[in-house]
Structures are given as C-alpha cells and as structure tokens.
C-alpha cells in the first residue's frame, strides 16, 4: 500500500502517517524528518538544506528527490509506506511517477489557516531522535522530555510564527496545485483535520476504505 499525505504544514500529517504506519505495518517516510537528521548530523546535504528550512523555503527538488529516491530504495519499503511532506510541487511528484512510483491513494488534510498557525505554536519535537508532540494534543509522559530517548524537546525554529505564515503561503502557492494533479488521475481523497486526532483518523480511514 503506498499512500500520500498532503496537507499544510501542522495539518497533521506527521500524527496520522504514524498511526496508519503502526495499523498497516508500514513505514512513514517524512522528508522533513529526514532533512533534520541530515542537518542534526551535519552532512553536506544537510548543511545545504538548512536555511532553505529555516526561513520556511523549500528544499531544492533535486535535493529531496535523491533523498527519497535513495529512502525508498530501502528494503522495508517493500510492501509499502506513507509520503507525509513529498511531493510538495509538482515537478517532485512528476519525478516520483517517472521512478514508477505510483500512489494508491492520496490523502489531503485539510485544515484552515488560522487553526493551523493556533497549533504549530504548541508543537515540540526532541532535538536527539526528532520525535514530535504537542502541549495539548499529544502530549510527552513527562513535560518537556522525549518519552522514547528522554531529551530535551525543543520548539523547531520554522514554527516561529512569522515562518509559519511563509511556509503557509509556500504551501497555497506550490504544494496545494497537487490536490488538482492528483484529482486527475483519480487519487485525491480529502477529509478536514481539524477536529481531535482521534476523530481525524476516522475519517481518514472512512474515506480510504470507500476510495478501495
Ligand atoms: P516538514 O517537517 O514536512 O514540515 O518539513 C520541514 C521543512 O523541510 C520544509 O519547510 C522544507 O524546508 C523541507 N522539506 C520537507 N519536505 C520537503 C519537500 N518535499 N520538498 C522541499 N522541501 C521539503
């Protein structure tokens, strides 16, 4: 099963590929996660990525394209996976189509503006192993500490507000034309995110199962 996640950034994406990841037993491949373990690690790649990342931009196409091209190559991506964050334009997803990668399904989370900018300033994520939590939603067992490796959790510097209104206007301007290209093959299935987790997941699995 290989399914898409598109959506705006704090859409909530990441929450729900992980969910579905554990119910069908495959893995989540995140762009963005892979991105920040390169710029954790300090590899070239990662170097390069960092202030496009910072002011909120986009990473260049090639760049991402090598990086999944070379994450999906891996063997537990055999029976499957979730893209949450690529493509993000469309060029990236005309170069996933050109490596006969073609998506079961693509899911849109959809969530307004204004509700998105309320919840990225409550999102952390651990600066050792990059897992992510909420304040309120999703919240560690004990406050402000990673529950898998027990470091510190840390605001990510593209959550700032005024980066989260770039990367929202990135997200209309690029990203959201995908919803038409993959209209058109028949693909898209959208749901409104913006309810609980719980009651997110839901619907994502009521539309899913009506799109099979
Ligand atoms: P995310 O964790 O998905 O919100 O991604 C964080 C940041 O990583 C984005 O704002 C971009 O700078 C970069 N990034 C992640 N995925 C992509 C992608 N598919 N194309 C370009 N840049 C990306």
Do not use: W
Not at 5 to 15: C, I, Q, R, V
Not at 68 to 76: N, Q
Not at 89 to 101: H, S
Not at 148 to 162: G, S
């Amino acid at each position: 099963m290989k399914i898409i996640f598109l959506g705006a950034p704090g859409a909530g994406k990441g929450t729900q590929a992980e969910i579905f990841s554990e119910r069908y037993g495959i893995p989540t491949i995140s762009t963005g996660a892979i991105i920040r373990q390169a710029v954790r690690d300090g590899t070239p790649t990662g170097l390069a990525a960092k202030s496009y990342m910072d002011r909120g931009a986009l990473v260049p196409d090639d760049v991402v394209v090598e990086l999944i091209r070379e994450r999906l190559a891996e063997p537990d991506c055999r029976n499957g996976f979730i893209l949450d964050g690529f493509p993000r334009t469309v060029p990236q997803a005309e170069a996933l189509d050109r490596m006969g990668i073609r998506p079961d399904a693509v899911l849109s989370l959809d969530v307004p503006d204004d509700v998105i900018v309320a919840r990225m300033s409550g999102r952390r994520v651990c600066g050792a192993c990059g897992a992510t939590y909420h304040v309120t939603s999703k919240p560690p067992r004990v406050e402000g500490k990673c529950d898998k490796c027990c470091a510190d959790l840390t605001v990510r510097p593209d959550d700032d507000p005024a980066v989260v209104l770039d990367r929202l206007s990135v997200y209309h301007s690029t990203t959201e034309p995908l919803k038409g290209f993959y209209e058109k093959l028949g693909l898209l299935v959208s749901v409104t995110g913006q309810d609980t987790v719980e009651a997110t997941t839901e619907l994502v699995l009521a539309a899913l199962e009506a799109n099979a």
